[in-house]
């Protein structure tokens, strides 16, 4: 019998089961048998497996606990019942096997490498930098921008009423995505016009969301890198959740950029360590090994600043430890 150091052990490293659990979520073994298809034979021809195979797969999620099993029909568990919730619902988007988030969950796989050089790992896993293969792969591409524009409808309210919008009349939002944070501040201050920039690609589903929001007179999309000189003529540069994808270097370099336009930087992300995420050291290591990115402190961010020829001019925090970081060029 081992003690319970040992199974706590054993059962932290084993990864049959996320993999088994996310498996499961591709071939909606959930959906299937909450819908009444309940035998390994009818789950194996519903979706699409071979069945000794699909049989070992359950065997193990019932051991797990994520089905029940009784004269060969499986059944919901309280695990998979909380797995079809409508809370759920971008979770099991993220967990699909076959699917984006599971793509970017596979850069873990290149832990590694991203501990000894501080790189991402993405390019470990995948053979391609994540952003080259985000500007490829459009499915990735939209679920990556979804999860941004959920986070900014969360801080875009907070953005658009605690920053002082009253003495600007142009925002550039820098690596903006689909202009979720743009299209808050705008609809809150209509005497305001702005663009997105974000890198090419991201175009299509920018531009329909800007006219999603009735703003298709007052915004436009820019394609460009923030790596390049970005256009001039805006009071305030917007960079949210930006800064966080990059290490030191490739973060200074984009605020060099947005110090070189002579506006305003306004810089929005989540400060290190708040409990955002569910788990905020696990959030971090995905944004490692993901994009060698990171979570900065108030202080990281006086320092960003000095290094890019920007002065920071206040700082803002706000719930759920998000923090806005006005800063002008020296
Ligand atoms: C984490 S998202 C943040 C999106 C948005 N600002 C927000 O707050 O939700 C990072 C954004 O940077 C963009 N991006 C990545 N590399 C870029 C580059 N070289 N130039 C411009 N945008 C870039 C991505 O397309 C993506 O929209």
């Not at 497996?49 to 060969?72: I, K």
């Not at 390019?123 to 792969?137: K, L, N």
């Not at 944070?181 to 005497?191: A, D, I, N, R």
């Not at 305003?264 to 959030?283: D, P, Q, W, Y």
């Amino acid at each position: 019998m081992p003690n319970d150091a040992a199974a706590e052990l054993a059962r932290l490293v084993d990864l049959a089961t996320p993999f088994a659990i996310r498996a499961a979520v591709a071939l909606r073994l959930p959906e299937l048998v909450a819908g009444g298809t309940t035998t390994t034979a009818d789950l194996a021809a519903t979706s699409g497996s071979d069945a000794d195979s699909l049989d070992r797969l359950l065997r193990h999620l019932v051991n797990v606990g994520l089905f029940a099993v009784e004269d060969g029909e499986y059944a919901l568990t309280d695990l998979s019942r909380e797995l079809l919730s409508e809370q759920q619902r971008w979770q099991r988007g993220w967990l699909a096997l076959d699917g984006p988030g599971a793509k970017m969950d596979l850069a873990y796989s290149g832990m590694l490498h991203s501990v000894r050089t501080g790189e991402s790992a993405y390019g470990h896993a995948h053979g391609v930098d994540f952003w080259t293969d985000y500007q490829r792969d459009e499915k990735l591409r939209l679920f990556f921008g979804a999860i941004m524009a959920a986070h900014a409808w969360q801080t875009g309210p907070a953005v658009a009423a605690d920053y002082d919008w009253t003495a600007v009349n142009r925002v550039l939002d820098v690596g903006g995505g689909i202009g979720a944070l743009l299209s808050e501040v705008l609809l809150k201050h209509p005497h305001l016009h702005g663009a997105v920039l974000d890198l090419p690609p991201v175009r299509p589903e920018a531009e329909q969301a800007l006219a999603d929001a009735g703003l298709a007179g007052r915004a436009e999309f820019v394609g460009g890198s923030f790596f390049d000189p970005l256009p001039t003529g805006y009071d305030v540069l917007l960079v949210s959740r930006v800064l966080t994808d990059w290490n030191d270097e490739d973060a200074a370099k984009i605020l060099r950029r947005c110090a070189e336009t002579g506006a305003r930087v306004v810089v929005v992300e989540v400060l290190a360590g708040t409990e955002h995420a569910k788990n905020n050291s696990s959030f971090d290591l995905q944004s490692l090994t993901l994009l060698g990115g990171r979570e900065r402190t108030i202080d990281d961010f006086h320092a960003l600043a000095a290094s890019a020829g920007l002065a920071v001019r206040g700082t803002h925090e706000g719930q759920g430890g998000l923090v806005v970081v006005e800063c002008v060029a020296v």
